[in-house]
């Protein structure tokens, strides 16, 4: 290579550093240091209210002193921290990506297309942004502030949580009971039923000497019962809790009624509904028999 050639490159070289060096500061000017979306920083006490509203649904999320309902119904506590976790995440970054409103159907944040971000404590609203499609990163979508122009890309989990479904926020759990609390399991399926009995003795069935292990396991599956999702309401209408194929009650040491399950089925697995509560929930078909073991594989062999 001439020396001629070899200056040329070196300029070239030169020319492409100094534009690199000048992209990478033009890019960290429209950064959370100067141009970012401020997104305020609230935690659960701060707020009364979520209204998450997309093209196709909306999500309420109330809050009652400690506790939340989604749309009427409880709310589980894992995904109300988990959204809270977000709005509350040091890590969270964001920067300028369009200024115009002509960008707005394009990247997803306009009112027909992006889903609203409603945050309030009374009559206050304390966040209001409308999310759009997801952004060019791991964990980015397009946000920008309701009424404003300016769309930024954000980076965090707060876009991938506003988009979950009513049922995503609901509470699954159906009961929690410590096997040292239950004294008598009562179980029917269809029209045979049997009892089993704490006694000084060990576990009784059908007044029988019952199996400790598989007794053991009976208590343990009501130490955490959860649903695997809720029932439409054309699947909840096909349902008969009048006269379940199966029902489980479970008493305390003192007689007192712990939980009662009845359980139905339909082509699409069980059905469960606690006393006293119009929820329906999904239950695996290894759940519905783990909760109604027949009481032949409760019998001491």
């Known amino acids: 290579m001439s020396p001629t ?8 070289l030169v020319v492409i550093v100094f534009a690199w060096g000048a992209f990478a500061l033009f890019r960290g000017a429209l950064s959370d240091a100067g141009n970012g979306l401020d997104l305020p920083t609230l935690g659960a006490a701060d707020v009364d209210r979520v ?16 506790a939340w309902t989604v749309n009427g119904h409880r709310a589980a506590r894992g995904p109300v ?10 890590a969270a970054s964001s920067e300028l990506v ?19 971000v409603r945050v309030a404590r009374g009559d206050a609203v304390l966040l209001d942004v409308i999310v759009g499609e997801r952004g060019r990163g791991y964990q980015t979508a397009y946000v920008r502030r309701a009424g404003a122009s300016s769309v ?4 965090g989990r707060l876009a991938s949580l506003v988009e979950r479904e009513v049922d995503a926020w609901r509470d699954r759990r159906i009961a ?3 096997a040292d609390t239950v004294g008598t399991v009562i179980v029917t399926r269809g029209p045979r039923g049997w009892t089993v009995t704490r006694a000084e003795a060990g576990w009784t069935v059908a007044g029988r000497p019952a199996d400790s292990a598989a007794v053991a396991r009976l208590l343990g599956a009501f130490a955490d019962v959860s649903a695997t999702g809720f029932a439409t309401d054309a699947q909840r209408d096909s349902l008969d809790f009048r006269r379940p194929d199966r029902t489980v009650t479970v008493l305390g040491l003192a007689g007192d009624t712990l939980l009662a399950l009845a359980i139905d089925s339909t082509g699409g697995g069980y059905w469960a ?29």
């Open 5 to 12: 050639a070899l200056l040329r490159a070196l300029v070239a």
């Open 51 to 66: 209204e998450l509203a997309g093209p196709a649904d909306t999500v309420l999320l109330r809050r009652d002193g400690d």
């Open 81 to 90: 921290e988990e959204l809270f976790g977000a709005l509350t995440d040091t």
């Open 98 to 116: 369009a200024k115009s409103a002509t960008s707005h159907a394009r990247l997803g944040v306009d009112s027909g297309a992006g889903r609203r």
């Open 152 to 155: 930024y890309q954000l980076r």
């Open 176 to 178: 929690s009971l410590p």
């Open 273 to 301: 509904r606690r006393g006293g509560d119009e929820t329906v929930f999904r239950l695996d078909f290894w759940r519905a028999d783990e909760l109604t073991p027949t009481d032949s594989t409760l019998r001491r062999p």
